[in-house]
């Protein structure tokens, strides 16, 4: 396994993570948002194929996150996953 591949998995298996974690991966997802041009989470989630309840529980920390959305949210917001799920460049 990757290093730093744990956190994606240990999110994948537990409902709640552990908390800063959730909230950094929203900091970053945020912030990817805001770099990619999408104003708000309704537009993002819209931009994305997404319903807006589902990204703005990722985006303010209220939800884990599954390694598919972070792909998804990487792709759409031109980021590097790695840096997305862990901060990592």
């Known amino acids: ?4 591949l744990g956190l994606v998995h240990a999110m994948n298996r537990t409902k709640t993570p552990r908390p800063r974690e ?3 991966f929203a900091q970053r997802l945020r912030q990817a948002r805001i770099a990619a041009g ?4 309704e537009a ?5 194929g997404i319903r807006s309840g589902v ?3 990722h985006e303010n920390g ?3 996150i ?3 959305f972070v ?3 990487a792709r759409a917001f031109a980021v590097d996953p790695g840096w997305l799920a862990f901060g990592s460049r």
């Open 22 to 24: 959730r909230v950094a």
């Open 66 to 68: 599954t390694l598919e």
């Open 1 to 4: 396994m990757k290093a730093g």
């Open 44 to 48: 993002a989630a819209r931009a994305i």
């Open 38 to 41: 999408h104003a708000t989470m």
């Open 71 to 73: 792909r998804l949210y």
């Open 55 to 57: 990204y703005w529980r």
């Open 62 to 64: 209220k939800q884990g």
